[in-house]
């Protein structure tokens, strides 16, 4: 899988840049630009933060990528999935909460009747919602978005390069 991008907190604006240094919690996640019926993507809305997201998570201990990402897909989505292609890998430094964060993107699609999402008690807090939307517009979606929490910041970036890269 490509390395897409390095994001450090430059990159998303903020001025406290730190050089890295360890001790960094290292996460894992595997993210999806998951696709419908209708050629449609899943995006997260994260309303309380204002900004939205692609379905995935972390990899908890014992999972594959794979495996993780249909867990998060069945949980976020509410759907089972089939994984298509790789769409690359993207590195975060996150200073502040000292995480480097690892996103390895693919595409996928949809198999099967959809079910209502489970979201966890912190998402249904985050205002997390669930839409379907052409490519694009989730491109403009996401470029519209004002993030008002770090890790916020670092998503619309991140979500922002898997987007364009299968828009080319």
Avoid at 33 to 44: G, K, M, V, Y
Avoid at 60 to 77: I, Y
Avoid at 83 to 98: A, L, S, T
Avoid at 132 to 160: C, H, M
Wanted: charged fraction near 30%.
């Amino acid at each position: 899988m490509e390395l897409l991008r390095e994001i450090t907190e430059k990159d998303v604006g903020l001025d406290n840049i730190e050089s890295f240094t360890l001790p960094y919690t290292l996460r894992k996640a595997a993210r999806a630009i998951l696709f419908n019926d209708s050629n449609e993507i899943a995006l997260l809305h994260v309303a309380n933060n204002k900004y939205h997201k692609l379905p995935g998570g972390g990899v908890e201990e014992g999972e594959d990528l794979r495996t993780a990402l249909a867990r998060e897909a069945l949980e976020e989505v509410g759907s089972k999935i089939k994984v298509q292609n790789d769409v690359g890998i993207i590195v975060e430094y996150r200073n502040e909460i000292k995480e480097l964060q690892i996103s390895y993107c693919f595409t996928a699609e949809t198999i099967g009747k959809l079910s209502v999402p489970e979201f966890t008690d912190k998402e249904k807090n985050d205002g997390f919602r669930l839409l379907w939307t052409p490519l694009e517009n989730a491109i403009q979606l996401l470029s519209d978005d004002k993030p008002d929490d770090y890790i916020g910041k670092f998503i619309q970036v991140r979500d922002l390069i898997f987007l364009r890269k299968i828009a080319e």
